[in-house]
């Protein structure tokens, strides 16, 4: 069975930098687009960053610039850089696998000084 595991969140303040980090088990991570969604209190889940098994990513306007996202095929992990973050990126943010709709628990980061 296919879990993901979130790490890195906390409280950082505006400027600072976070990096999250997902953990997959399971072959199939290598072959699997993976995704970074966030969501803010009475606001719907958002797409933050994708990246296919081949390393093309995907981002958000809101962040572009701002988040990196990367992989290590070798370690089954994902991650999200976030770079000069401002207080509206306050928000869980998730690690998905679309192919099996799977979702990790969620890790809060907290932007404000």
């Known amino acids: 069975q296919v879990q993901l595991v979130e790490s890195g969140g906390g409280l950082v303040q505006p400027g600072g930098s976070l990096r999250l980090s997902c953990a997959a088990s399971?072959?199939?991570?290598?072959?699997?687009?993976m995704a970074w969604y966030r969501q803010a209190p009475g606001k719907q889940r958002e797409l933050v960053a994708s990246?296919?098994?081949?390393?093309?990513?995907n981002y958000a306007d809101s962040v572009k610039g701002r988040f990196t996202i990367s992989r290590d095929n070798a370690k089954n992990t994902v991650n999200l850089q976030m770079n000069s973050l401002k207080p509206e990126d306050t928000a869980v943010y998730y690690c998905?696998?679309?192919?099996?709709?799977?979702w990790g628990q969620g890790t809060q980061v907290t932007v404000s000084s």
């Open positions: 998905n696998m679309p192919r099996l709709a799977l």
């Open positions: 399971g072959s199939i991570f290598k072959i699997s687009t």
């Open positions: 990246i296919t098994s081949f390393g093309s990513t």
